[in-house]
């Protein structure tokens, strides 16, 4: 899943790594929305929340929308830059490793985080969650060569509108439009189902759950970084 590159992935592989971290961008995407009252994987959202409060005057509040998306790039930037190196020194565990530190970055900062009132740190949170969103959709895109982009909703709505158009088409079209319409479904299914289950648990054991959302991405990640370096 964390492995295979570009078109020696297969469907199958691809929709298991859109399902899961898909629902992890969900759930984090709503926890920071709960806390902090911003979206962290929506990045639309926030470069129009920008241009809204900086057209009414709020140009501190308008650079902070404008700031998480500084922030989400610069995760991007710094993962793909990562990613770069890896494939030069053809370390395949490169993506597996991305996702481990995504992982790293949310336990500590749940651990923190546990020790102290979220509402105090609010800035520092959404900022932290945008920058590990960049990471991790940089990761997804990187490694499925752009089929998988797991914080990318309002595309995957577009895509999804466009394939049920395709499959009104003939045989070809219906054969091509399949996959992609079963992709981009699931993982918009997923991110809706992981932003209900991550604003659900996170009433349930607060902010724990950067602490089991990390472990569940070091579940994912780390026995792919080991299987990556096997004969």
């Not at 806390?35 to 994987?41: K, R």
């Not at 700031?67 to 990613?83: D, N, P, R």
């Not at 709505?157 to 054969?175: C, H």
Request: charged content about 10%; overall charge neutral.
């Amino acid at each position: 899943m964390l492995i295979k590159v570009g078109d020696t992935r297969t469907s199958n592989i691809d929709l298991v790594l859109a399902g899961l971290l898909s629902s992890v961008a969900g759930a984090l995407n709503a926890v920071g929305f709960l806390i902090a009252g911003s979206f962290t994987a929506n990045m639309t959202g926030n470069i129009s929340a920008f241009a809204d409060q900086f057209a009414n005057g709020a140009v501190p509040i308008a650079f902070s929308f404008l700031g998480l998306v500084v922030t989400f790039i610069w995760g991007a930037f710094i993962a793909a830059l990562a990613i770069q190196v890896g494939e030069r020194h053809q370390l395949h565990s490169v993506y597996a490793l991305a996702i481990a530190a995504q992982a790293i970055i949310l336990l500590l900062v749940g651990t923190t985080l546990a020790m102290v009132s979220a509402i105090e740190h609010e800035t520092f949170l959404v900022i932290v969650l945008s920058f590990v969103m960049g990471i991790q959709n940089a990761v997804t895109t990187m490694i499925s060569r752009a089929r998988v982009r797991t914080t990318h909703v309002s595309g995957m709505a577009t895509d999804i509108g466009i394939e049920l158009a395709a499959l009104t088409g003939d045989e070809a079209s219906r054969q091509e439009a399949t996959p992609k319409l079963r992709l981009h479904s699931l993982t918009l299914a997923c991110f809706t189902f992981g932003g209900f289950f991550g604003a659900l648990l996170f009433q349930i054991v607060g902010n724990w759950i950067f602490i089991l959302a990390a472990t569940f991405l070091l579940f994912i990640a780390l026995p792919e970084a080991f299987r990556a370096h096997r004969p």
